[in-house]
T-cell receptor
Framework: KAGVTQTPRYLIKTRGQQVTLSCSPI?????VSWYQQTPGQGLQFLFE???????NKGNFPGRFSGRQFSNSRSEMNVSTLELGDSALYLC??????????????FGPGTRLTVL | QKEVEQNSGPLSVPEGAIASLNCTYS??????FFWYRQYSGKSPELIMS????GDKEDGRFTAQLNKASQYVSLLIRDSQPSDSATYLC????????????FGGGTRVLVKP
């Protein structure tokens, strides 16, 4: 069974630009969550999507947005990039979204560098 | 106070010894608890999940949960150099859906 895939793996952008990251969950998984990892703040939850709807949201500004498609694939978008958005962006998928007992499996991540 | 706290380490253990990692959390209604291993430059890999008080064993790993003390731990028996990594404790307190809160991680160094 293929794992979570994320594209692109590396991205370099400049301040003010926008970026779109893509995530394909494990086959059969319907919940996709996004996390940001930085050396200073660690791993922080961005948002979760299930059945094309945002179910949970973290404490990030509105520049960070996402969506999920009917095939469970998800994209996240960051507009008006700032230097502090440089981070590893991780996508995680899980099978059952209706309970807290969901194991989440991470993709390889997208390394975003903002210059 | 951070929501999920871990000692940052490094925790240095000799090969073959037991590594003991601790994690405390502040949200008393937290429901599920996870340990992830992250090698440098890689993404987190799920190694253990635990949902009820007590011990859960999987191979060389044992997770222990004490909800009254708001404490979860991970024991790594017969530590190997390949266990050298950062171990992340994660807590899901949501009544529905996923929203993991992570600790800062404990770096473990296993010396041959």
């Amino acid at each position: 069974k293929a794992g979570v895939t994320q594209t692109p793996r590396y991205l370099i952008k400049t301040r003010g630009q926008q970026v779109t990251l893509s995530c394909s969950p494990i086959s059969g998984h319907r919940s996709v969550s996004w996390y940001q990892q930085t050396p200073g703040q660690g791993l922080q939850f961005l948002f979760e999507y299930f059945s094309e709807t945002q179910r949970n949201k973290g404490n990030f500004p509105g520049r960070f947005s996402g969506r999920q498609f009917s095939n469970s694939r998800s994209e996240m978008n960051v507009s008006t990039l700032e230097l502090g958005d440089s981070a590893l962006y991780l996508c995680a998928s899980s099978f059952i979204a209706g309970s807290t007992y969901n194991e989440q499996f991470f993709g390889p991540g997208t390394r975003l560098t903002v210059l | 106070q951070k929501e999920v706290e871990q000692n940052s380490g490094p925790l240095s253990v000799p090969e073959g010894a037991i590594a003991s990692l601790n994690c405390t959390y502040s949200d008393r209604v937290s429901q599920s608890f996870f340990w992830y291993r992250q090698y440098s430059g890689k993404s987190p890999e799920l190694i253990m999940s635990i949902y009820s008080n007590g011990d859960k064993e999987d191979g060389r790993f044992t997770a222990q949960l004490n909800k009254a003390s708001q404490y979860v731990s991970l024991l790594i028996r017969d530590s190997q150099p390949s266990d050298s990594a950062t171990y992340l404790c994660a807590v899901n307190g949501k009544a529905a859906g996923n929203k993991l809160t992570f600790g800062g991680g404990t770096r473990v160094l296993v010396k041959p």
